[in-house]
């Protein structure tokens, strides 16, 4: 049993050597940036009429895969792909960024979810616990709300063994509101790549128009918890 359990936390670590390396080259090679899409944009947008299917295929592989390394880049191939198929690109990166996000949560789930499944720390389980009482809550507050990197979250629910189908439901909710967010925006990306030097992805998403939208359907999410915790209390 000692074995089974070394050999799943030595497949996380490799997990973590693989991310930080994809992230590491595709940073350091400026393939992630707003410059470099605006840069090429005209090639690719080219190339994409000319071979529509492909490119979406291409798009939407490349997509999947670079979420399940863990790449924090959703955002910004959101953006590109409003720009290269028009609004049909919401349902592209919804599915993206899902199965991205689900194979990287699974990977975790049975590697380092089983690790800490074994252990008897009542901190931990009581943590687990928790999470897995309101897991559906946590993960969609998470998801409405540009708090931390899709990639933590679906380490965390894997870590704290979160049923496949409340992650999964969680998932499919709490991201289509930024994404279609992105998504359509990414119609006006040459508008936005005028002015690249004076707006970034962070200050989109934080407009007024934008933000309390989001912020309201966060405050809603968490309101289950909320009135559980103020019922304990009174009672």
């Not at 979406?56 to 592989?61: D, K, P, Q, T």
């Not at 931990?124 to 709300?145: P, S, V």
């Not at 939208?213 to 968490?222: C, D, E, N, Q, T």
Request: hydrophobic share 50%; glycine share 6%.
């Amino acid at each position: 049993m000692k074995w089974q359990i070394n050999l799943r936390v030595a497949c996380f670590i490799v997990l973590l050597i693989v991310m930080a390396s994809t992230i590491t080259y595709l940073y350091s090679k400026q393939y992630l940036n707003i410059e470099t899409v605006i840069a090429h944009h005209d090639k690719l947008q080219q190339w994409t009429i000319l071979n529509r299917y492909k490119a979406v295929w291409i798009y939407s592989l490349v997509f999947t895969l670079l979420i399940a390394c863990g790449v924090p880049c959703a955002s910004l191939l959101t953006l590109l792909g409003g720009s290269l198929f028009g609004p049909i690109a919401v349902l592209y990166a919804e599915i993206a960024t899902t199965i991205g996000g689900l194979i990287l949560f699974l990977i975790t789930k049975n590697t380092l979810g089983c690790y800490f499944a074994t252990l008897h720390q009542e901190w931990i389980k009581k943590l687990e616990a928790g999470f897995k009482k309101n897991a559906f809550n946590y993960l969609l507050m998470l998801r409405l709300m540009p708090i931390l990197p899709c990639w933590v979250s679906n380490i965390s629910a894997g870590v704290f063994n979160v049923p496949s189908k409340t992650f999964l439901l969680a998932t499919l909710i709490g991201i289509f509101p930024a994404t279609c967010i992105y998504g359509l925006a990414g119609n006006s990306l040459q508008i936005i790549g005028n002015h690249y030097a004076t707006i970034s992805l962070t200050e989109l998403i934080f407009t007024p128009i934008i933000f309390f939208p989001l912020l309201a359907l966060a405050v809603l999410s968490i309101t289950p918890i909320l009135y559980k915790t103020i019922q304990k209390k009174l009672n």
